[in-house]
């Protein structure tokens, strides 16, 4: 079936030092999103990506898709400690109208240690 | 602005027992919603979604069902409650299918 595979599942930091998950798709992406989980939280859209090749920052935060719509990353710069939670992608597939989906990937947990 | 609630916070139902969540959008017409079970620690696995009224889609077999009896409302319902139910329920809107998700605050429910 459709999958969006993020990678890594867990990831351990200092705060300070720098953090990438990767997603990957299997087929091109009409856009692919990102999400944060707060512990105890729910789900907060963060950004969109849409075009091939798409930059975009917030912060220190910095999000790619990439050329071929398949994939995307995100990353952070410097850590701090308000950054720990669960970061989920989620790959839009456009079928028209309101027949799209979107794909989560399973999320990769962050957590900073002071 | 557009907002959505999901109520309770949190349950504890014994095994066996009906349930009924409830969520509600304000401020948009004719979204999509949607239904998603998450487990301790877990991703998020989608359990039904709605592109209109009386439209259900189901993604998982189980024991659960939904309704949607009004546009901005979408009800998850089970008859009998298992153990395996237990997990953080998420009800989310879209205007329409690959847009971004807006999460409700979740429902914590247990199941004894």
């Known amino acids: 079936g459709q999958q969006v595979m993020q990678i890594p599942q867990y990831q351990h930091v200092q705060e300070g030092e720098d953090f990438t998950t990767y997603c990957n798709s299997s087929t091109t992406l009409s856009n692919i999103q990102w999400y944060k989980q707060r512990p105890g939280g729910h789900p907060v859209f963060l950004i969109q990506l849409v075009k091939s090749g798409e930059v975009k920052k917030q912060k220190r935060l910095t999000f790619q898709f990439g050329e071929a719509k398949k994939n995307s990353s995100l990353h952070i710069t410097a850590t701090q400690t308000t950054d720990v939670g669960t970061y989920f992608c989620?790959?839009?597939?456009?079928?028209?109208?309101?027949?799209?989906?979107?794909?989560f990937g399973k999320g990769t947990k962050l957590s900073v240690k002071p | 602005s557009q907002t959505i609630h999901q109520w309770p916070a949190t349950l504890v139902q014994p095994v066996g027992s009906p349930l009924s969540l409830e969520c509600t959008v304000e401020g948009t017409s004719n979204p999509n919603l949607y239904w998603y079970r998450q487990a301790a620690g877990r991703g998020l696995q989608l359990l039904f979604y709605s592109v209109g009224i009386g439209q259900i889609s189901s993604e998982v077999p189980q024991n659960l069902s939904a309704s949607r009896p009004q546009d901005r409302q979408f009800i998850l319902s089970s008859k009998k409650l298992l153990l395996s139910d237990s997990g953080f329920y998420l009800c989310?809107?879209?205007?329409?299918?690959?847009?971004?998700?807006?999460f409700g605050d979740g429902t914590r429910l247990s199941i004894l």
């Open positions: 989620a790959g839009g597939r456009d079928y028209g109208g309101s027949q799209g989906n979107l794909i």
């Open positions: 989310a809107w879209s205007p329409w299918g690959d847009q971004p998700q807006h």
